[in-house]
């Protein structure tokens, strides 16, 4: 969707493509459990313009990957089928768009977004640290109950708000205090708005046990990996 000329691909398997450019910013759209293998298969002296696109609280693992300042984006795209355009993290409670992106090269993406008319917003510390817990409590929420009860999102949102609002003011509560950092207030209603296709499947494929980040720290609060074929 959003490759452009003078791009080079690779999949968690290829290994590192021959035509890749010198420069630039190396985007991994890959599972959270291949991961480890893609940062492996990226030249040392590459590795500092790795942008992770990934679901979840990547703290922990950037850091023993000697990557804490990688570029991270929290993406809010709805994707029905391959080969759709693309629908824009664009919402009642949030207008401006949700989509976000911190580090080297949170500019660049960006501005790649913007080309195809879609949103990104550039924060850094506890901005862009509230939006990733927003996003991180948003996907095991939504997922968490509609798989408790085999339904849709639409059906999550319609059928069980209530379950699902306590879920995540608990989730939240937890994160903000583990991070340091203050929600603003809201944030079950705006994680609501922004459920994606309403005829998606939860499906909850994994659910881990992680440790809870420390104070002021990226950790993998609420670990899950899900299945997510509709996001870009």
């Known amino acids: 969707m959003l490759k452009s000329d003078g791009d080079a691909v690779m999949t968690s398997s290829s290994g590192w493509p021959a035509d890749a450019p010198e420069s630039g910013p190396i985007y991994v759209c890959t599972r959270n459990d291949a991961r480890a293998s893609v940062v492996a298969a990226v030249p040392e002296d590459r590795r500092a313009d790795l942008c992770f696109l990934q679901n979840g609280m990547l703290g922990p693992f950037l850091e023993g990957q000697g990557l804490g300042d990688a570029t991270q984006v929290l993406v809010y795209l709805a994707v029905a089928k391959l080969g759709e355009t693309p629908t824009d993290g664009v919402t009642d409670a949030n207008p401006e768009g949700l989509t976000a992106a911190t580090g080297k090269w949170a500019d660049a993406f960006a501005s790649r977004l913007a080309l195809k008319e879609l949103t990104c917003h550039v924060k850094e510390g506890d901005a862009f640290a509230v939006a990733m817990l927003e996003k991180h409590v948003w996907i095991c929420a939504f997922m968490l109950v509609g798989a408790t009860h085999g339904c849709s999102v639409g059906d999550v949102e319609q059928k069980h708000a209530a ?7 608990e989730l939240l509560d937890a994160g903000a205090e583990a991070l340091g950092v203050a929600v603003p207030a809201g944030a079950p209603e705006r994680l609501k708005a922004s459920r994606g296709p309403p005829i ?11 440790p809870m980040p420390s104070r002021n720290r990226q950790g993998d609060f609420c670990g899950n990996r899900v299945d997510e074929r509709w996001r870009a």
């Open 200 to 210: 998606l499947e939860q499906r909850l494929r994994e659910i881990v046990a992680s």
């Open 163 to 169: 379950e699902f609002d306590a879920l995540a003011a």
